[in-house]
T-cell receptor, first 115, second 116 residues
Framework: NAGVTQTPKFRILKIGQSMTLQCTQD?????MYWYRQDPGMGLKLIYY???????DKGEVPNGYNVSRSTTEDFPLRLELAAPSQTSVYFC??????????????FGPGTRLTVL | AQSVSQHNHHVILSEAASLELGCNYS??????LFWYVQYPGQHLQLLLK??????LVKGIKGFEAEFIKSKFSFNLRKPSVQWSDTAEYFC??????????????FGQGTTLQVKP
């Protein structure tokens, strides 16, 4: 299993440009998440999905959109890139086991710079 | 606001020293607790987790953590660190309101530097 994969690994955008960060998991997990990591701030949840066709906002959703048309894929869309969106983005997935175990598995991350 | 706090932002230790990283959370009720590690240039990996049972949990690479419900704490420990433990460590909590979604609330992270 490849686990959680993300593309691209690095990207530089100009202000106002748009892009889609790709995330795919091959573990048949129902739950998927997008986080951003900023220095000294830990990880903040942007959006999450509990299954195909179901998405919801996390702590910091402004400026982002998501879709979940299949179990495997959970792309994150930036419509009008702003310098405040310079960050490292991590995608994660999990399955809910008996007893409430919800361990998340993370992808390698996408480092995005907006200039 | 409810949150997860890691008290130590940057820790420097010599090899063989003992490690304890603090983590406190402010959610009442049943929580799931995690410690993740991010080695330089790598993605987050699970060190250990607690969701029920014995409050002393053991993880990979000799790490352990103790859940103390009365103190709302889940501190990470290792008796003797190695240079290879140099990494950033994150405490994370699934609060009761997120039990159906598995969302994680992360602490700010602690950077551990181990000197050889």
């Amino acid at each position: 299993n490849a686990g959680v994969t993300q593309t691209p690994k690095f990207r530089i955008l100009k202000i106002g440009q748009s892009m889609t960060l790709q995330c795919t998991q091959d573990m048949n997990h129902n739950y998927m998440y997008w986080y951003r990591q900023d220095p000294g701030m830990g990880l903040k949840l942007i959006y999450y999905s509990v299954g195909a066709g179901i998405t919801d906002k996390g702590e910091v959703p402004n400026g982002y959109n998501v879709s979940r048309s299949t179990t495997e894929d959970f792309p994150l869309r930036l419509e009008l890139a702003a310098p405040s969106q310079t960050s490292v983005y991590f995608c994660a997935s999990s399955r809910r086991l008996a007893g409430g175990d919800n361990e998340q598995f993370f992808g390698p991350g996408t480092r995005l710079t907006v200039l | 606001a409810q949150s997860v706090s890691q008290h130590n932002h940057h820790v420097i230790l010599s090899e063989a020293a003992s490690l304890e990283l603090g983590c406190n959370y402010s959610y009442g009720g049943t929580v799931n607790l995690f410690w993740y590690v991010q080695y330089p240039g790598q993605h987050l990996q699970l060190l250990l987790k607690y969701f029920s049972g014995d409050p002393l949990v053991k993880g990979i690479k000799g790490f352990e953590a103790e859940f103390i419900k009365s103190k709302f704490s889940f501190n990470l420990r290792k008796p003797s660190v190695q240079w290879s433990d140099t990494a950033e460590y994150f405490c994370a909590v699934t609060p009761p309101t997120a039990s159906n979604t598995g969302k994680l609330i992360f602490g700010q992270g602690t950077t551990l530097q181990v000197k050889p």
